[in-house]
């Protein structure tokens, strides 16, 4: 068949059986860029046969398909690609909705393994820039084809997900990321904390505060010690309890990286591996925002010792209402555990200065993962 890129078609599915192919996809992805490619190993005959010729065959030894797959960020197709990622996904019903579903992926234990007898993500990258759509690229692993009946592709009505849509924020603890730290303290028309219920090592500052008597949008000015802070702004009378929430920043970028370096589990008796096997799992990425304070990052990447954050990136489409409260779909991934591994801020005397961050997530031992990854649409399950 001769035609352009436009022409195919790519699905996805989850496998009823372990190890058996699909006959069908469950969605079919729209994409900007495929190479899929069906790969093949052989080993020579290349004894000595009297000859000065090199060899006088060669054998078929192995068949797999390997590849990279560059897709928008969608709702209702995005937990199965991270069921392939990550080996695990629950459902569960979202806050004060019937019709409207949470779908968590977590990253997976050191004795996890995850196959697709057709395709397991080994490597996916997240990258959210300016003008574009959020997109992932996903390195694909698969067996050989297997022939199947005809399709007739039809790609779904998905919700996508803008630049708009992002926020992100970071804290001490995964609590104060996701707004569930509380703490009471003394402060009564005043900028000034004392006497505060929690260490301030659980708090940074830029992170945000809400509590009684306190005007809207204020966040932690100063830490003054283990028990006091400032605020941005003046109570308006006596503050009852507290709620902290992540430091919010405004990003011109942001890229993330999750590999589970897997391994081809390649057996004698069989021409096609096993399984895909994996190995070391790990999650990193970078970004950037406009320099205009010590705070924002670079107190915190140069920390010594350093200190660990939780991070939360919320991509939320609020232009697509779903269900009842309304709620709206939703990609929310909670890293518990990220060291600042490098901070940088070029100089360019006719530019705006901005800083550039890599990080790396690691494994939170108190709350036994590394990464929790919630889509939120109105699929009932998976």
């Known amino acids: 068949m001769k035609g352009i890129g436009r022409l195919f078609s790519i699905g996805i599915a989850k496998e009823a059986t372990r190890g058996t192919a699909q006959s069908s996809a469950t969605y079919w992805l729209p994409f900007a860029d495929a190479s899929l490619e069906e790969k093949f190993e052989n080993v020579t005959q290349d004894e000595a046969y009297g000859l000065i010729e090199d060899a006088v065959g060669q ?3 192995k068949n797999w398909v390997e590849g990279v797959l560059k897709i928008p960020l969608t709702d209702q197709s995005l937990p199965l690609v991270f069921l392939a990622m990550f080996g695990a996904n629950a459902d569960s019903t979202h806050s004060g909705e019937t019709t409207v579903y949470d779908h ?16 397991v993500i080994h490597k996916l990258e997240l990258d959210a820039e300016l003008k574009k759509f959020v997109e992932i690229s996903l390195s694909v692993k698969a067996l050989k084809g297997a022939s199947q009946s005809s399709f007739s592709p039809s790609i779904a009505s998905e919700n996508r997900f803008l630049p708009q849509y992002m926020a992100f924020s970071y804290a ?11 703490a009471t303290g003394t402060a ?13 090592n659980l708090l940074n500052v830029g992170m945000r505060v809400t509590a009684t008597n306190l005007p809207a949008g204020a966040t932690i000015a100063k830490i003054v010690s283990s028990t006091a802070f400032d605020l941005s702004v003046a109570t308006t009378g006596a503050i009852g309890t507290m709620t902290f929430n992540g430091n919010l920043i405004q990003l011109k970028s942001f890229k993330m990286t999750v590999d589970s370096n897997l391994e081809d589990d390649d057996v004698l008796g069989s021409v096609a591996p096993v399984d895909f096997l994996n190995k070391e799992f790990k999650m990193e990425g970078s970004f950037e925002a406009i320099w205009q304070n010590e705070s924002d990052f670079k107190t915190v990447a140069l ?3 350093n200190v660990a ?33 490098e901070f940088s801020r070029p100089i360019k005397i006719k530019d705006l200065v901005y800083q ?4 790396k997530a690691v ?8 990464a929790n990854i919630t889509t939120t649409n109105t699929v009932a399950s998976y």
Do not use: C, W
């Open 172 to 182: 001490p603890t995964t609590a104060g990321v996701n707004g569930t730290l509380t």
């Open 309 to 341: 954050q939780a991070v939360l990136i919320d991509i939320k489409n609020t232009d697509v209402n779903i269900g009842v409260v309304p709620s709206h779909p939703e990609v929310k991934i909670t890293l518990d555990q990220v060291y600042f591994t």
């Open 363 to 370: 494994y939170n031992t108190t709350n036994s993962e590394m």
């Open 303 to 305: 920390a010594t010792p």
């Open 104 to 119: 968590k992926a977590t990253d997976p234990l050191s004795s996890v393994d995850y196959s697709h007898a057709l395709g």
């Open 188 to 200: 009564a028309t005043t900028i000034h904390v004392t006497g505060l219920s929690i260490n301030t």
């Open 356 to 359: 550039t961050v890599k990080f």
């Open 59 to 61: 054998f078929r030894i």
